[in-house]
């Protein structure tokens, strides 16, 4: 299911040597002890004409660090935010379009959050 989450639960049985009502009712268990939290889908962001992707490291000012991420999930580059322990205090992934458009994003768009004081960035090549 890792694979393929939209695997049928026949297609599951039969690599399992199980029937698809035993497939059904392991799926239905794993989802209800939030062991399977979601089904989910991955996006070619290359073809959807975003193929730069970037971590981005954030520090932000004590206590500022729930207003800081309530705006990055209104942001639809920002695919993830993570937060961490240590120097800072989330990571990000982001996408853009090229370099310009990523320091745009991390200079103007994430840099101008209030409570945000520092940022890194790291492309992905």
Request: aromatic content about 4%.
């Given at each position: 299911?890792?694979?393929?989450?939209?695997?049928?639960?026949?297609?599951?049985?039969?690599e399992?040597?199980?029937?698809?009502?035993?497939?059904?009712?392991?799926?239905?268990?794993l989802?209800?002890?939030?062991?399977?939290?979601?089904?989910?889908?991955?996006?070619?962001?290359?073809?959807?004409?975003?193929?730069?992707?970037?971590?981005?490291?954030?520090?932000?000012?004590?206590?500022?660090?729930?207003?800081?991420?309530?705006?990055?999930?209104?942001?639809?580059?920002?695919?993830?935010?993570?937060?961490?322990?240590?120097?800072?205090?989330?990571?990000?992934?982001?996408?853009?379009?090229?370099?310009?458009?990523?320091?745009?994003?991390?200079?103007?768009?994430?840099g101008?959050?209030?409570?945000?004081?520092?940022?890194?960035?790291?492309?992905?090549?």
């Amino acid at each position: 299911m890792k694979e393929d989450s939209r695997a049928s639960y026949t297609d599951l049985a039969k690599e399992l040597s199980i029937s698809d009502v035993a497939v059904k009712k392991r799926i239905d268990k794993l989802t209800s002890q939030g062991i399977i939290e979601n089904f989910s889908i991955n996006l070619d962001y290359k073809k959807l004409g975003k193929p730069l992707r970037a971590f981005m490291l954030l520090k932000c000012i004590p206590n500022e660090s729930d207003r800081v991420k309530k705006h990055l999930v209104k942001n639809q580059d920002v695919l993830q935010i993570l937060p961490t322990l240590g120097t800072y205090d989330f990571l990000i992934e982001a996408i853009s379009e090229d370099v310009e458009k990523l320091r745009a994003l991390a200079e103007e768009g994430i840099g101008n959050i209030k409570g945000v004081t520092e940022i890194r960035t790291l492309v992905v090549v």
